[in-house]
C-alpha cells in the first residue's frame, strides 16, 4: 500500500561576519624646553678685624727702649736732677744764711750730701703685668642676595592622534532554502483522480 508523503528538506541560511579591529596610534613629541636661570646678584661687603698689640712698655721694662725715648727720658731725667739740684743749693743757702740762729748748718749738709740715698724696693716683675696692651675690634660681614626669576619659555607640544576606527562586515553566506516533495499523493474528485 502506497501511503501519501510529504518530504521536506530544509536548509538554514548561514551569515559571515568579518571584523577589523580599531587601532589607536598616539605619538606625544618632546616640549620645546628654554629655561634660563640668571645669576643671582650678590654683594658681600667685607670689613676684616684689627688685633693690636703693644708691647712698647714690655720692652721698656727690659731697657729694650728706642732713642727717641731714651732721649725723652733722659732729658726728663735732666730736667728733674736740675730742679731738684737747684731746690737742695737754694736749701743750703738758705740754711747758711741763717748760721747766725744756732745749728750746725755745714755738718748737716755735709752728712746730707755724704751719704748714699735709700731706695724702697720690693718684688718686681719684667716685663710688669699688664705692660702689653691687647686690643681687638672684631671683623664684620654684610652679605646681600638678589635672587633672579626663572626666565622660563617653554611650549608644549599636542599629541598626535591617528585613529582608525572598528569595521564590521556582515554577508549572507548561504541563503536559506525549503525543499518539498510529495509521494504517493493522489486527489480524488468526482469522477476524477489524479497522482500528484
Do not use: C
Request: glycine share 6%; charged share 30%; no cysteine.
Amino acid at each position: 500500500m502506497n501511503v501519501p508523503r510529504i518530504r521536506l528538506q530544509s536548509t538554514s541560511a548561514a551569515i559571515t561576519i568579518r571584523t577589523t579591529p580599531g587601532r589607536m596610534d598616539i605619538e606625544q613629541p618632546p616640549a620645546q624646553l628654554d629655561i634660563q636661570q640668571p645669576q643671582a646678584k650678590m654683594e658681600i661687603e667685607r670689613k676684616p678685624s684689627k688685633l693690636t698689640i703693644d708691647q712698647t712698655e714690655a720692652r721698656a721694662d727690659m731697657d729694650l727702649k728706642s732713642a727717641r725715648r731714651r732721649i725723652e727720658e733722659y732729658s726728663r731725667q735732666g730736667y728733674e736732677d736740675w730742679l731738684s739740684g737747684l731746690a737742695r743749693v737754694a736749701q743750703d743757702g738758705d740754711e747758711l744764711m741763717m748760721i747766725e740762729n744756732g745749728g750746725d748748718a755745714i755738718a748737716a749738709q755735709a752728712k746730707r750730701n755724704s751719704e748714699a740715698p735709700m731706695y724702697d724696693f720690693n718684688i718686681g716683675w719684667i716685663p710688669s703685668a699688664g705692660s702689653v696692651n691687647i686690643n681687638y675690634e672684631p671683623g664684620s660681614v654684610k652679605v646681600n642676595v638678589e635672587p633672579q626669576k626663572v626666565i622660563n619659555h617653554t611650549r608644549k607640544q599636542k599629541p598626535n592622534i591617528h585613529y582608525t576606527p572598528a569595521q564590521v562586515e556582515v554577508s549572507l553566506k548561504r541563503y536559506a532554502d525549503l525543499q518539498i516533495d510529495f509521494d504517493h499523493l493522489r486527489h480524488v474528485g468526482i469522477k476524477y483522480e489524479q497522482e500528484i
